[in-house]
């Protein structure tokens, strides 16, 4: 056996996450961060066997802003509590936001790079804009003009993944389709029996439900990265390279701030003579990847991203 897995919906009232108490403050950030290392420590001490396993935090996109606090949060926990420690040993980020104000900057850099956009349009973006694309003065009219231009260029596609359509996931025809029928799938009486889900604690499943209110109260997760490097966590940050999300370049922008040197430098990394992407280490034990042809949360490309993380967790290099 490779690993146990632990999936858990969060915060409060996402998936079939519930709570025995009523929940006094907003859901933020930092407070998920706090319930998810008290649900951590409750369920070992329900589950002693697994105590011992190492412990690797997980979670792709939006948890870019939650894991890396939460492993500071679990190892501060380690050292100053009485209850047995969690047996942490790094984590794993899938397309992770980290900074959007200025992740969202890498998007036109990437566009060009793919060959969205021209290099005239990118050239003359770049000058007018100064690095902002998305939050531009309302004098400056003529980047506002060059961003219709971009937009003109990009807006059809699928921003999760390039290579796709935007399509209406309500269409038989469309590949989010899948996803739309889970809302029927998650909501039938049967499918919530086998999966256990407790009678009256979660009303009507929705795949991705905005209403409820939270706090980003974390705006970079970028000190958290810092904390654990300096603590020794071992860490996978992997990128889709056709995310226009979270643009791979994004990722190694952040990835570089830290200033950690570099231990193995960019190559591809294989699956038997094919390239599943490339990849770079750093001495602070943090191993940066692409899954090529990969989206925001690559799933599109499940084996490339079964080796991937089947080698790192076990030590080897991809």
């Known amino acids: 056996m490779m690993a146990n897995i632990i999936f858990l919906d969060q915060p409060v009232r996402t998936g079939f996450s519930y709570s025995r108490t009523p929940l006094i403050d907003k859901p933020s950030d930092t407070g998920e961060v706090e319930r998810i290392r008290e649900f951590l420590l409750k369920w070992l001490n329900k589950h002693p066997t697994f105590s011992s396993n190492p412990f690797y935090a997980a979670g792709d996109s939006y948890s870019g802003m939650t894991v890396p606090a939460l492993v500071q949060e679990i190892s501060k926990g380690n050292y100053i509590c009485c209850e047995p420690p969690i047996n942490l040993q790094g984590y794993v980020l899938g397309n992770p936001i980290t900074h959007i104000e200025e992740e969202i900057k890498y998007r036109v850099p990437f566009s060009h790079g793919m060959g969205l956009i021209s290099d005239e349009l990118y050239e003359s973006i770049r000058s007018a804009c100064k690095g902002n694309y998305f939050n531009v003065d309302p004098s400056n009219t003529k980047c506002l003009k060059l961003v219709e231009e971009y937009h003109k260029c990009i807006d059809k596609l699928y921003e999760y993944n390039i290579l796709l359509p935007d399509c209406n996931m309500t269409s038989s025809d469309c590949f989010l389709y899948p996803y739309y029928l889970l809302n029927f799938w998650a909501n039938d ?21 905005r209403s409820n209110a939270y706090n980003n ?3 970079s997760s970028v000190p958290y990265h810092m904390h654990n490097s300096i603590n020794g966590y071992r860490s996978l940050i992997y990128s889709g390279d056709h995310d226009l999300v979270v ?4 990722t190694e922008a952040w990835i570089k701030s830290l200033n950690y040197s570099i231990i193995h430098e960019w190559r591809p990394w294989m699956i038997k003579d094919l390239i599943a992407g490339y990849t770079r280490t750093y001495s602070n034990k943090m191993t940066f990847a692409t899954v090529k042809g990969g989206g925001h949360t690559v799933e599109n490309k499940p084996n490339e991203s079964f ?5 790192w967790i076990n030590g080897q290099p991809l």
């Open 247 to 250: 643009p791979f370049l994004a």
């Open 189 to 209: 009486e049967s499918v919530r029996d086998a999966l256990h889900i407790k009678k009256g604690s979660i009303g009507e499943w929705v795949i991705c439900s």
């Open 217 to 219: 109260d974390i705006k």
């Open 307 to 311: 080796i991937m993380f089947q080698r």
